[in-house]
């Protein structure tokens, strides 16, 4: 089991800069791929970024070049640094954790991101 924590959401402008950090319960997240994942009211959950344990990162055309997912194993934490905020970015970001070794997934409860002037 891996609890995920997520955390710097809030009410930015656009074209500001947030960035999110997703702390895992456990010690062992290098053994994981992790992602983050965005949902807006009444829309289905849409992957924003994800990264291997090897380090591997993927984006969608949405957010690249705006968006970098990053890990600190030794922090147990995954990032993710949003600039050039826009509007249609706003959601809620969830983290999620795919285990390399049972491929279980594992969800944090997500931080609410509003752009909006």
């Known amino acids: 089991q891996v609890q995920l924590v997520e955390s710097g959401g809030g009410l930015v402008q656009p074209g500001e800069s947030l960035r999110l950090s997703c702390v895992a319960s456990r010690s062992d997240i290098s053994n994981y791929s992790m992602g983050w994942y965005r949902q807006a009211p009444g829309k289905q959950r849409d992957v924003v970024a994800t990264?291997?344990?090897?380090?591997?990162?993927i984006y969608p055309d949405s957010v690249k070049g705006r968006f970098t997912i990053s890990r600190d194993n030794a922090k147990n934490t995954v990032y993710l640094q949003m600039n050039s905020l826009k509007p249609e970015d706003t959601a809620v970001y969830s983290c999620?954790?795919?285990?390399?070794?049972?491929?279980?997934?594992?969800w944090g409860q997500g931080t609410q991101v509003t752009v909006s002037s």
């Open positions: 990264i291997t344990s090897g380090g591997k990162t």
């Open positions: 999620k954790a795919r285990s390399r070794i049972t491929g279980t997934d594992y």
